[in-house]
């Protein structure tokens, strides 16, 4: 069984670029969220997809956006991003009804 | 508004000794409380969860937390702590669609 995959692993922008992060989810998953963690603080959570629809959102302007696909795939995306974007975005998916977060191991992410 | 609050955001303990990691949580109806792990430069791992079946849930590697409705707590015990605990400990909490992880308590274990 293949476990929630992240691209890229790393990668630097500079400020007011766009970005795009993918994850893949584990087999069986329809819900996948995505989350923030910037050192030393926990992750805080950015939106969750269901069935390609956004179902559940935390305190992020709307230049975060995502995607989900019919495969249950998803993407993130940031735009005019900002030296406080930098961080790990970490990706879960989920069985339905159950609320357990498989992750994947993050796209750290580096805004100059 | 759910929120998660971890007391002590390092905690070191001795090989063999018992862990204790304490989080508190506040939540307008039960909700989902969870364990994660995250090891250096790696994403998160359940550890255990709470969905209201029994109040002591047991988890993997030998840790086990308890929820205490009157106290809204879930700590984090393991009677032994072994060299491999040494990481990061993130307690969670979800409910309809929205998930809230505390700060973290970064666990060392001594030789």
């Known amino acids: 069984e293949t476990g929630v995959t992240q691209s890229p692993t790393h990668l630097i922008k500079t400020r007011g670029q766009q970005v795009t992060l993918r994850c893949s989810s584990q087999?069986?998953?329809?819900?996948v969220s995505w989350y923030q963690q910037a050192l030393g603080q926990g992750p805080q959570f950015i939106f969750q997809?269901?069935?390609?629809?956004?179902?559940g959102r935390g305190n992020f302007p709307p230049r975060f956006s995502g995607l989900q696909f019919p495969n249950y795939s998803s993407e993130l995306n940031v735009n005019a991003l900002e030296l406080d974007d930098s961080a790990l975005y970490l990706c879960?998916?989920?069985?339905?009804?159950?609320?357990?977060?498989?992750f994947g191991e993050g796209s750290r992410l580096t805004v100059l | 508004a759910q929120s998660v609050t971890q007391l002590g955001s390092h905690v070191s303990v001795s090989e063999g000794a018992l862990v204790l990691l304490r989080c508190n949580y506040s939540?307008?109806?039960?909700?989902?409380l969870f364990w994660y792990v995250q090891y250096p430069n790696q994403g998160l791992q359940l550890l255990l969860k709470?969905?209201?079946?029994?109040?002591l849930v047991k988890g993997i590697n030998g840790f086990e937390a308890e929820f205490k409705k009157s106290e809204t707590s879930f700590h984090l015990t393991k009677p032994s702590a072994h060299m491999s605990d040494a990481a990061e400990y993130f307690c969670?909490?979800?409910?309809?669609?929205?998930?809230?992880f505390g700060d973290g308590t970064t666990l060392t274990v001594k030789p």
């Open positions: 997809y269901y069935r390609e629809e956004e179902n």
């Open positions: 709470y969905t209201s079946a029994a109040t």
């Open positions: 939540s307008s109806v039960p909700p989902y």
């Open positions: 087999s069986g998953h329809n819900t």
């Open positions: 969670a909490v979800i409910r309809a669609g929205k998930s809230t």
């Open positions: 879960a998916s989920s069985p339905q009804g159950t609320g357990e977060l498989f």
